[in-house]
T-cell receptor, first 114, second 112 residues
């Protein structure tokens, strides 16, 4: 157990649904990340939060909306998704978002959009 | 921004052989290069990293080499074992230095 917990583990949703992914870290870290992992593609950085402020969003479509209410919690709100958004969504944390830091990943949420 | 290319995409070796995975990066300002291992159904975990002030780093059976001039770095696994079977990802920091950009991954299969 790395101290980063993601819920739910699996999610199936229709294109008109609204759902949220949750991530919680118990490591006392100050930076949190959302990555998307699709088959045959790199781990794609979506959002970075450092000290609860968004520092990079990497041109992600607006149907993905992150929220970081405090340094321990990170959400990804989903609405009107497309089938190509089906993927494994990984949350990660690091000490303070500076260079050369080890990322601690959660187990991910496997999302299927029908 | 940073772009990381990783080769090969799949690699099959016999137990006891060596395995080498290579990555290239585009941002000459990048100076931190970690490698992550992801076993089937599990989360990625850091196995080794290297900074630009060194050319090589070893940790038991794994080693990483860095050539900053050519902008490429490699992972070397010696005396491979079946438990080394996994997907391996290389990464480099983005130009903003705020988060890691990953390669596409290499699926390593070690057969006994």
């Amino acid at each position: 157990e790395t101290g980063v917990t993601q819920t739910p583990r699996h999610l199936v949703m229709g294109m008109t649904n609204k759902k949220s992914l949750k991530c919680e870290q118990h490591l006392g870290h100050n930076a949190m990340y959302w990555y998307k992992q699709s088959a045959k593609k790199p781990l794609e950085l979506m959002f970075v939060y450092s000290l609860e402020e968004r520092v990079e969003n990497n041109s992600v479509p607006s149907r993905f909306s992150p929220e970081c209410p405090n340094s321990s919690h990170l959400f990804l709100h989903l609405h009107t998704l497309q089938p190509e958004d089906s993927a494994l969504y990984l949350c990660a944390s690091s000490q303070d978002g500076s260079r050369e830091e080890k990322l601690f990943f959660g187990s991910g949420t496997q999302l299927s959009v029908l | 921004g940073e772009n990381v290319e990783q080769h090969p995409s799949t690699l099959s070796v016999q137990e006891g052989d060596s395995a080498v995975i290579k990555c290239t990066y585009s941002d000459s300002a990048s100076n931190y290069f970690p490698w992550y291992k992801q076993e089937l159904g599990k989360r990625p975990q850091l196995i080794i990293d290297i900074r630009s002030n060194v050319g090589e780093k070893k940790d038991q059976r794994i080693a990483v080499t860095l050539n900053k001039t050519a902008k490429h770095f490699s992972l070397h696994i010696t005396e491979t074992q079946p438990e080394d079977s996994a997907v391996y990802f290389c990464a480099a920091l983005s130009w903003a230095g705020t988060a890691l950009i990953f390669g596409k991954g290499t699926t390593l299969s070690v057969s006994s």
